[in-house]
């Protein structure tokens, strides 16, 4: 079956940078669009990065454009998410996503929650003032 395990979270101060990974088991991944969300203690889930199957077209929530970096190595089945100058705004669980998509759909990508087909558990980041 298809498996997301996040991994890189933690309790960091505000301006430093955490890189959180998600492996991939149970696809090809390479054939997936990928995705990061986060959601903050009541709120919803929102839309942080997503990136293509070929990894060629990326794409960011305004919030993160330009601190955060979507990338993907489909030899190790990882999408990766660096997170530069992190703001306490930026705490939250954060999730990655996968989207089956066809190869003539290969620099798709997606910004929407119901658009993805699998999910991981999710990986706490705490960005303290």
């Known amino acids: 079956q298809v498996q997301l395990v996040e991994s890189g979270g933690g309790l960091v101060q505000t301006g430093v940078s955490l890189r959180l990974s998600c492996a991939a088991s149970?696809?090809?991944?390479?054939?997936?669009?990928m995705g990061w969300f986060r959601q903050a203690p009541g709120k919803e889930r929102e839309f942080v990065a997503a990136i293509s199957r070929s990894g060629g077209s990326t794409y960011y929530a305004d919030s993160v454009k330009g601190r955060f970096a979507i990338s993907r190595d489909n030899a190790k089945n990882t999408v990766y998410l660096q997170m530069n100058s992190l703001k306490p705004e930026d705490t939250a669980v954060y999730y990655c996503a996968a989207r089956p998509v066809p190869r003539y759909s290969g620099s798709y990508y997606y910004t929407s929650r119901s658009m993805y087909d699998y999910w991981g558990q999710g990986t706490q980041v705490t960005v303290s003032s």
């Open positions: 149970g696809l090809t991944f390479s054939s997936y669009a």
